[in-house]
């Protein structure tokens, strides 16, 4: 046999070039991989502070920066990682090192006392390949405007979401807009390992904030009246002053952080405040009308204003609300959340448009991680089915091996293409990638049996020809199926039409002709 | 031998034969016809198509399901609160509950009970809300994208034959797999998803793959006689179908997915009813139009 010959056939030539591709796109890490991948870094925290980069969405998995060590100490995953930190004490350095460079971090504890350097790290992933929300838990919202909105407005929502989302500390996130076949407009929203109640505010809330005296507003939320919000432990928190109290069924905190009025903010508010009366209470001056805050037209706080501002344009104002909770600890949480809720929006200021959530999933990572492990079995196991039968049916290995390589090389390209344009493998991509190469199989045995059968045609090629024009007339009624699903139903199956066009065309052109000339070869002699 | 009787009955009474495949899609109309009067829809809808909620735990608890099932019944009279246990080989891997409450309040409601019984951490479990406007109009469009679909999948195969007979008997075969797949979809009781509409979608492939085989060998080639080239497509398409439908229901076995489950239920019904369809139905078509082609011929 000349296997010189069949190694320079384009088409193998073609299919081993594009099987080179894929490995690079993936770059599966076959020893495992050393740290943990830095998931986001929260703003004002020890490590953005020290230098750390908040990482982009569009770096591939690999790229991302990793944690290798904590004071000398190597991390291998996210727990030992936690474990350490969990160990530390607050306002001291620690050395952390990462495959970039090393970086000298001070600690710092929030009101629990327990420290958090503002990583959220996941184990390192062991190849480029992206797993989507329902393998690796997370949330998924479809939001839809409530009044029909333009274009430039959908646009700048996205926008305000995403800062929204990062100012709130998220970076793992997608936010795109999406149209179904009657032209109505969504907007989804994908966050990895983040649980439904942290996020839910944010995305569904227009977040108008405003703050009125008596029936005038002297200051929205946003930059322009705004032009700083304090995050840190100086001057945001849990009121020293007002403290936790007991409620009717549980505790009630109240918390704190102080802004800065643009000056024509702080002008307006001095107008407001020129003519009111000052009264006394509880042994202290106070004006006539209080400050009061909005959020989304409700009120969240209702401040008294000292007699001694009156008139006077400061631009320093401190913030409250509360928050509560069974315990005091649960008090005192939610009461931070809440403020971090509240201080997001303000920073971010209100969406052009207001938004209903129409579909909302959860999916548990724990849940997520069993349905990888389990659609991997079961895909291994389905193979495993389908070489059975081949070996019943042929009872040659000479075209059972060449079957099952042409399969696990359709598997790794259509992979391969997954990595390199980013897409997130969820379960229905998977299933995508399923049929793909169950019409693969269908598609090798048509070759297969149109060159050994066709005896009575001499011509080869007119043999691979014949199988050929069944394998397109299969491939274009398959594609048929496919694309009308590219847009229906706001895109959410348009994963899985994909997976399966790009799929079932990787096969077509690319892996079954090469099939044919393998299987041409092998048969002639 | 039985065999060779069977045989010399498929050659020979092959119009009398199509009565079978003719009388399942008969079957398969009053089936939907039933359903339709007795539910108003002609199909059992799950929450994604029709709005709702669905939790799913996959934590085990000390309360039986039947008991959590009564209580929420009692507590939430107005949710049709419907319970369903997942399992792969029969192993007991959780529950579902599905309800018809959409409002964020009610769900959290529904979920703090859940808490209450069971004692389990809610931030474990998956949870699914859908809009009943958007579950309405997800069900509307998928169900347009399977009639586009149809149509092209039609044009596709009238261009490759360029004959009109042979072509309907490729979409009528088609056209059968799906409607009976439907039925019998329908009398499992499980209620139909996205997913599944995907997977009918996917049958349209799978379906006119064997067709496009046989009308291709039948019609196109020379060699043999036609009983020749129908046996030499059935052992190509047997095959195909064998690794597939094998593939299938080992998936189906064994997946814990209920997305890729319902996918596979789907595909599995629909290829062992494509194999009447192709062999019986389509084969019985061709062989009268080409008999009748002979005739104008002479």
Known sequence: MNWKKLFLNWRIILLLTFLLFSLVAIQPQFFGNEGVTIKSVQKDSSASLAGIANPSAKLTPLSKEKIIAVDGVMVSNADEYYNIVNGLSVNRTVRIETNDGTYTLLTKGDETGTVDLGFKVADAPTSNLRKGLDLEGGIRVLLKPVDPATQDELQLTIDNLKERLNVFGLSDVVVRSAKDLSGEDFIVVEIASVTEEEVRDLLSRQGKFEAKIGNETVFYGGKKDITYVCRSAECSGIDPQRGCTAIADGQSCTFFFSITLSPEAAERQAALTRDLEVISENGGSYLSKDLTLYLDDQEVDSLKIGADLKGRATTNIQISGSGSGITQQEAMDDTLTSMKRLQTVIVTGSLPVKLEIVKLDTVSPSLGKQFLNNVLIVGLLALLAVIVVIFLRYRTLKIVVPMLLAMLSEVAIVLGFAALVGWNLDLAAIAGIIVAVGTGVDDLIVITDETINGEAITDWKKRIKNAMFIVMGAYLTTLAGMIPLLWAGAGLLKGFALTTIAGISIGVLIARPAFAVVIEFLLKE | ?298
């Open chain 2, 1 to 298: 031998m039985k065999f060779d009787k069977l045989k010399k009955v498929y050659e020979h009474k092959y119009k009398a034969l199509t009565i079978i495949p003719f009388l399942i899609l008969a079957l398969a109309f009053i089936q939907i016809g039933v359903q339709y009067a007795n539910t108003g829809d002609f199909l059992n809808r799950g929450i994604s198509l029709k709005g709702g909620s669905a939790i799913t735990i996959t934590e085990t608890f000390a309360l039986s399901n039947d008991q959590l099932l009564l209580d929420l019944n009692q507590e939430f009279p107005l949710a049709q609160v419907s319970l369903r246990t997942l399992n792969s080989v029969g192993n007991d891997l959780g529950v579902t509950i599905e309800s018809a409450f959409q409002e964020q309040a009610e769900i959290d409601g529904l979920v703090n009970f859940i808490v209450e019984e069971t004692g389990l951490d809610k931030n474990n479990f998956g949870i699914e809300i859908i809009g009943s406007s958007l579950g309405e109009s997800f069900f509307k469009q998928t169900f347009t994208a399977l009639i586009i679909a149809f149509l092209l999948m039609g044009v596709v195969v009238f261009f490759y034959f360029r004959s009109i007979a042979p072509s309907m008997a490729v979409i009528l075969a088609a056209f059968s797999d799906i409607v009976v797949t439907l039925a019998i979809f329908n009398l499992t009781g499980i209620r139909l998803s996205t997913a599944g509409i995907a997977a009918f979608l996917m049958l349209i492939g799978y379906s006119v793959d064997t067709d496009i085989l046989l009308s291709t060998r039948v019609l196109k080639r020379k060699e043999g006689s036609v009983m020749e080239r129908i046996y030499g497509a059935m052992k190509t398409g047997l095959t195909m179908s064998g690794t597939t439908i094998s593939a299938v229901g080992v998936a189906l076995f064994f997946v814990e997915s209920e997305v890729v489950k319902q996918i596979m239920i789907v595909l599995f019904i629909g290829l062992l009813v494509d194999l009447v369809m192709t062999w019986i139905q389509n084969v019985g078509l061709i062989r009268f139009y080409l008999e009748r082609k002979e005739k104008h011929k002479k």
